[in-house]
């Protein structure tokens, strides 16, 4: 049986939970792979930790489980590198720097296999990386780098082979999906149920890229390109974290039979690509509104097969690292595997997000003057969007604050009409209206 | 590019599909197998209607389009398998016998892969064709024959990897699904359902197989063998049926909080597999309560990764040909990929069903007379099972209904309380007590 070594760059959270898998299954996984599978050297500048709490044996260290300066680091990467023996480096440092991705394009330029979990790394940097790996005919594995342990990029790379993706909806952000559960469950404003995600674990000291939808855009772009063929920019991508949503909004959605999810969405038609990253009114109906806390799920439709869902846990130590593991018993088991262009569409581009039609809610928060809703349903009609529904009026002591559910149209003919209610009665709209996609 | 060119032997419903898919995506398959995937031939007996329905040009077939004899048939087919330009053969004829099996075995022996959706020739006769495969260094596909469009086999073969799989349910039959939605939602009598079923075509004129578990009995073999290394025959599976159950068990679940859904069950412990089709009271917190109609789900826990759940179109033409084109692609791209005992386990083995331990509900129908729930109770007490709860009486005009939910014990205790209910009592039970296990 030949050896299949491998070499972990950054032993945390994730790079730890690989290293003891590997470890512990080592019998398993040379079944698996048809090689015998072999940690071969950690690279952690603060070993102890990891010694600790995964119980590694300090002997698996670059320099032996002491700590090592930035400048000792960089020689053992430069030995990892030139050791012939290594086939397969797995990146958890993390990061989305010249630093990391220069290190990725070495990995590759010295023939080895890359796994990582760095999500930032590939939908800022993928292209280079990418195009590295291409030139040395080696794979990259990053099914830990898209919603933990789900395997949605196997999925789509080796399973929806035979069809065609038409759209991708998921909750793939754990952090923000805990925070609007805790609202809706608990009745929690934003402040208190952030606060709880961060005493339990869920949310950083600085959570901002899990509230502010950047790091669900982050996993929204890798699957694109994945699912479509298509390089996009996080600026091309509309996101709207969770940060607006208040407790009105998610006793309003109670009202409506659904729930408030912080959704990807992508849709392919007519070789045009929309997406976005936005709070949705999640109809009840729809399975992704039963998902719940830190879990995350990816809802598929494609042509041939129609509705898929796969549903499992988003982040965590073991559970992504058994994403990084079977990413290793990939490499080791197929030799030939980058198959980033599997579903590349020729003339295929993004939609311009403001000519998308989805059916939304508008909220309006209107001075207490009678005649608001006319104004409102009016100004709407002259767009030439139909209305589904026109929630009562939620008063507050000086004000109103009413929904309207539109039929599909799109943002340019939202705005019109908010620009039209703004001309006929600039005293009436106390806030800038909120503007939500409903998720049937 | 090199062709990779393929047959399909049969050209109903899913082989008709497969063809369809093949002739229309023909330029994405290429980029996808990095092949040119070429469907060189087709074998039908009664060509004329799959011509008609999935629009295939004439030609494709063995004779020219023209009603085959068995005789050209069989000399059609010693034709595909002398054919060394063939690479790959889809088994799409189905059926479970000694023609299928030896057929199926040749294809091996002829040095092409292997491509069916056929469950019960798998499950029955599974052994002697992968050893057909493994020995002449071919793969078999057969995605297709476990829940339709559900990855499920390559999510087990590729992405579960990294993992050990602790525990499989899940509901694998569209048909008894739907049957059992029906009755729930319309809160139909299983005849009526089943009417509207073969209706609405979601069930066979003969729906034996749907209704009594067999089918489902059939994945649940695959399945095991896959994800636990361990063969297992018919004779050796716990399987029951929905043909027992009855608007009132149906009532029941809703009282309960629960959906009665027929699961197919397996569970690895300590060496031991415990396995069982037959339906559940499924707690409405449990995802796969909400599953209804003719869609499969699967729910996996795994060691590291925690819980999966895979959803998605259990059968139909275009979705079960989607995962059959999916194989092809794979086997196309992947040099080496039979990887049926990547989660072989050394020394396990299938646990008798009645020692494995559930939470059961037992529904006792009993003469209409004081002191049953007493007689009930106490004799369940004896035998060391644990009572959650009992039920309100649901009395008809001569007799009583009524339910007990135990904790976690096994059948060869409930047997025992039945019995000991029967000897201090023989006049008790009007009817052997439903036993139905409940899922958290």
Excluded: W
């Excluded at 500048?45 to 930035?70: D, T, V, W």
């Excluded at 980033?340 to 508008?362: G, M, N, Q, S």
């Amino acid at each position: 049986m030949n050896d299949f070594n491998i070499a972990i760059l950054g032993c945390g959270t994730v790079g730890g939970g690989v290293a003891k898998i590997v470890l512990e299954m080592a019998d398993d996984l040379n079944v698996r792979a048809g090689k015998r599978v072999t940690l071969k050297k950690i690279l952690e500048l603060k070993p102890a930790e990891a010694i600790n709490r995964f119980q590694i044996p300090a002997n698996y260290f670059c320099g032996g489980g002491k700590a090592l300066s930035k400048e000792e680091a960089g020689q053992y990467i430069k030995e990892i590198l030139d050791d012939q023996d290594i086939d397969l480096v797995v990146e958890t440092i993390g990061g989305s720097n010249d630093f990391i991705e220069n290190l990725a394009i070495s990995v590759c330029h010295a023939g080895k296999h890359l796994v990582t979990a760095n999500k930032a790394l590939l939908a800022e940097r993928g292209t280079s990386i990418f195009e590295a790996a291409k030139i040395n005919n080696v794979s990259i594995g990053y099914e830990a780098a898209v919603c933990g342990a789900i395997p949605v990029i196997k999925t789509i790379k080796e399973s929806f082979t035979g069809d065609r993706i038409e759209s991708i909806s998921g909750i793939m952000n754990g952090t923000s999906n805990y925070i609007l559960t805790m609202m809706q469950r608990e009745k929690m404003g934003f402040a208190e149920a952030l606060k709880l995600a961060q005493e339990n674990g869920y949310a950083e000291a600085d959570p901002s890229l899990d509230i502010n939808g950047g790091d669900a855009g982050h996993k929204l772009i890798i699957l694109i390109k994945l699912a479509f063929g298509l390089d996009v920019s996080k600026d091309e991508l509309s996101i709207t974290g969770i940060e607006g949503i208040d407790k009105s909004d998610i006793e309003f959605a109670t009202e409506i039979d659904s729930k408030i999810k912080l959704i990807c969405f992508a849709e392919k038609t007519n070789g045009k690509v929309y997406a976005t990253v936005c709070p949705m009114m999640v109809k009840n109906s729809n399975f992704l509104a039963e998902v719940s806390g830190a879990t995350n799920a990816v809802r598929f439709v494609n042509t041939y097969s129609g509705l898929h869902i796969l549903v499992g846990a988003g982040a965590g130590s073991s559970e992504t690292a058994s994403s990084i593991v079977a990413d290793i018993v990939f490499a080791a088991s197929h030799a030939k595997n980058n198959h980033e262009d599997r579903h590349a569409h020729v003339d295929v581009e993004i939609t311009d997000a403001l000519d998308y039609k989805f059916p939304y809610i508008i909220t309006f928060e209107t001075a207490d003057i009678p005649g608001v809703t006319g104004i409102a349903t009016t100004s709407i009609g002259k767009q030439g969007i139909n209305i589904d529904t026109v929630s009562h009026n939620r008063h507050k002591t000086d004000r109103a604050i009413f929904s309207i559910a539109t039929m599909p149209c799109t943002l340019n003919q939202i705005h019109a009409a908010i620009a039209g209610i703004k001309e006929i009665r600039p005293d009436m709209l106390l806030a800038e209206p909120k503007i939500i996609p409903i998720l049937y």
